[in-house]
């Protein structure tokens, strides 16, 4: 049996303070039946780059901001194999700290902010649900859901955020946009879902939907049959009845 030479006995150990062995031994001593020291050193590799992926350099952040752990913009939120992206994001700004002390309103800067934070995420590869912003910004869901709707009419955009991409949401002004601008601007569908970033399956269901009440609200048919006969909710049918008699009745095909 080869001696082992004083520098191993000195200074082998040493190595436990680092990630890499320090997570190799807590396999090797919590499962010391199931991994050998292959596997274990490759656990902890994959356990170090998920790590890091998820935990970006302090360097990078600026005053203001902070970091999340969005939605992977090519998972859904109700996908049980969902992924997550790693972004960063600015909760304030110097301009906006100005405007306060000029004596605008918080509610004002928090639908500026709650816009920003939706863009930065997905600049980044992730998309955010207004449970992310309520939990960031301490505040119900419903009340970023209402503010968000309200700047996307104020500003005539729509945001990508996962209610629009994935069709996860049932608000009336994603609904609206698309409709106006495939019925009475005769936009492409294709174009359509880029300039309300919503996705195509997502535009198309609409759209189909939509033609399919209009056909009966043409008709004469009241919302109870049209109910019956698409089995599309009531709330939704009201909505659809809303948008064709305010947008596309007046501009008939």
Known sequence: MLKTSESVKRYKSAQDRFLKPAIANFFKR????????????????????????????????????????????????????????????TLI???????LTNGKQFHEIRKKAIARMIEEAYAQGGILTMRDIGLLLLQDP??????????EEENNVVLPHSGAL????????HKREIIYKAYVEKKDPVKVAN??????SAVDRYLIDFHRVKTLIRDKKDDNYINIITNISKSVIRQYRKIYEEYVEKHQE
């Open 30 to 89: 919590e499962f010391p039946n199931y991994f050998g020291p292959v596997i274990r050193k490759n656990i902890a590799d994959e356990l170090i780059k998920m790590v890091e992926s998820l935990t970006p350099s302090a360097n990078l952040f600026k005053p203001g901001q902070i970091f999340w752990n969005a939605l992977d913009k090519t998972t859904r939120a109700d996908s049980p194999k969902r992924k997550y992206k790693p972004v960063i994001l």
């Open 93 to 99: 700004t110097e301009d906006e700290i100005e405007m």
């Open 142 to 151: 419903s009340s970023i859901s209402r503010l968000r709707i309200k700047y």
């Open 166 to 173: 994935h069709d996860m949401g049932s608000c009336v002004t």
């Open 195 to 200: 300039e309300t970033n919503h996705s195509q």
